[in-house]
């Protein structure tokens, strides 16, 4: 690949790094997973930098690989990782609201399956249209709907974000 | 869904992937992982990729592997085999590492994204780690002096050796220090003949011995980094002497509040120096027979640096002036036939001046040398 692909690949990862990590994060609820899914992602937008510049929206390119990383990670580890209602264990105490209104809602979030939490991360944090969401995750709008109207039924259904003042 | 709910919903998602601090943007990693999956998908090898040491006649980047991996095993095995008929292309040689499948490939010059006048060079299987190794460098070409130009390259708990191999040569037999006896037929890999094999990191390899349909062409003792990977400079024709064995501290002291320290190591692969700070050992080779003039050898890019060199019988001091640091005066040091000098890097020297003067005070040798991209 040529210095000028590289140097643009380079202002590209630097520019939407923290973006993709907090995607991830919101998707995986981890950011040591957030950094590998994003570290991941961009490797393979890299391996097709010429293809990916080209596009429209090398950022959403990008994206869509972060949450089919995801999915792809949740398929690899779904012996491993057993859903809980309460986490496995308490560490220690956070006083602050922040983090206690964080981990309400990424634990609510990883309560949703995969493909309703980037349905949720998408239309309800980056704001994409139906369309745009269905687009980027390669379903239909009449899915995104449905997928959204459970997401949001479960995550009403939270005691966390209940408590926190989302019904 | 009311919009009230999606305003909440959005605040508190906004608040949360918000409230984490995502490190520094790791783009070199994520170009090595980029280049290896274009690699895998052009050659259908299947591992994965890191970074590469790619140790020449004179520059080897990276001579040990870190504390927590394996050192080879004193007992352990290898083997190596050319491709078959359905080896994918690129396939130099493939073989078993302590019973751990590896292979070592090479992409076509200027595909795969390596760029014009690039190759890639893969070194994968369980073998060398759940990662493998990639590397951009030069094609493979023949040397006209050594039969064989091998290049070194690390992963996990093996090295594979791998080079272009001269007209000449009908096969070569390597040596290793267990006593396992390995035979390496040249391929032709995209219109190059080419060998490879691989042992583990930290086994010995006691020699190369390339025959032509007449007989030997020559003898190449490699010198085997304490602990880490071998590196071939010198092909001995049949009945040549190289350099006798001596090794000897040329410099130790602490820079940037680390210790530095840098070693000479003289043989029949000619004349090698290993050092830097700990973790980021560095080090050079030049094949040679006979004691050297004055040049800088080679340079650690660790942080921070040293840098060391040889010096003609003449020399009686060198005087290093590092960019963002204080001049340091060095005395050299005699090793067996030869004198060598040293000299720590502060943190952030990007680039140094070095002058070597006799005992008049008149200059008999300088240079400058610059890290890349400074």
């Known amino acids: 690949m040529s210095a000028q692909l590289d140097e643009e690949f380079r202002d590209f990862m630097h520019g939407r790094w923290p973006a993709m990590v907090r995607l991830a994060y919101a998707l995986t609820g981890d950011q040591g997973h957030a950094e590998d899914v994003a570290q991941a992602a961009f490797a393979r937008a890299y391996a097709s930098w010429p293809k990916v510049k080209r596009t429209e929206n090398p950022e959403a390119y990008v994206r869509r690989i972060v949450i089919n990383e995801n999915r792809n990670r949740f398929r690899r580890q779904r012996v491993a990782e057993r859903l809980t209602e309460a986490p496995p264990e308490s560490g220690c105490a956070d006083t602050t609201r922040q983090y206690d209104e964080r981990s309400a809602l990424i634990a609510a979030l990883q309560r949703l399956g995969p493909r309703q939490r980037a349905v949720v991360v998408l239309r309800y944090w980056l704001g994409l249209t139906e369309a745009e969401a269905a687009a980027e995750l390669n379903c239909s709008v009449g899915t995104v709907k449905s997928q959204a109207s459970r997401a949001l039924a479960t995550l009403r259904q939270s005691a966390e974000l209940v408590d926190g003042g989302f019904q | ?374």
Not at chain 2, 52 to 71: K, Y
Not at chain 2, 101 to 107: E, G, H, K, L
Not at chain 2, 134 to 154: E, H, Y
């Open chain 2, 1 to 374: 869904m009311s919009i009230d709910d999606q305003h909440d919903l959005y605040e508190r998602l906004d608040r949360a992937v918000g409230s984490i601090t995502p490190p520094a943007a790791p783009v070199d990693r994520a170009m090595r992982r980029g280049r290896g999956i274009r690699l895998r998908r052009r050659s259908a090898v299947a591992a994965g990729v890191a970074a590469v040491v790619a140790a020449g006649v004179i520059a080897v980047p990276a001579l040990r592997h870190d504390a927590s991996e394996n050192p080879a095993a004193p007992r352990y095995t290898a083997t190596v085999q050319p491709p078959g008929p359905h080896s994918p292309p690129g396939l130099i040689a493939s073989g078993m590492v302590n019973g751990q499948r590896w292979q070592m490939t090479v992409s076509k010059p200027g595909a795969g994204g390596a760029g014009p006048g690039q190759q890639f060079a893969l070194a994968s299987g369980p073998a060398f780690g759940p990662d493998g190794l990639s590397s951009s460098s030069p094609p493979l070409a023949p040397d006209s002096t050594d039969p064989v130009s091998f290049n070194a390259t690390s992963s996990g708990p093996s090295q594979a050796q791998f080079g272009a191999v001269r007209a000449d040569v009908s096969y070569i037999r390597v040596r290793l220090g267990n006593g396992i006896l390995l035979t390496l037929h040249p391929v032709k890999v995209w219109g190059v003949r080419e060998v490879a094999f691989a042992v583990p990191v930290g086994a010995a390899i006691t020699e190369a011995t390339a025959y032509s349909r007449h007989g030997v062409i020559a003898t190449a003792i490699p010198f085997n980094y304490p602990g880490g990977i071998a590196t071939f400079n010198a092909w001995l024709r049949p009945g040549q002497h190289g350099l006798s064995r001596a090794m000897g501290l040329i410099g130790t002291g602490r820079v940037s509040g680390q210790a530095w320290s840098v070693t000479a190591y003289l043989g029949p692969w000619g004349i090698c120096l290993e050092g830097g700070a700990p973790g980021t050992n560095a080090g050079g080779c030049v094949p040679t027979t006979s004691s050297l003039g004055t040049s800088l050898l080679f340079r650690s890019a660790g942080t921070p640096g040293v840098a060391g060199g040889t010096a003609s019988a003449s020399v009686a001091r060198v005087v290093a002036y590092p960019s963002g640091g204080a001049p340091v005066q060095v005395r050299p040091v005699t090793v067996g036939p030869q004198k060598f000098f040293s000299f720590p890097l502060p943190d952030g020297s990007k680039a140094v001046r070095w002058k070597a003067y006799d005992s008049s005070g008149n200059v008999v040798a300088s240079g400058t040398s610059r890290l890349p991209g400074s």
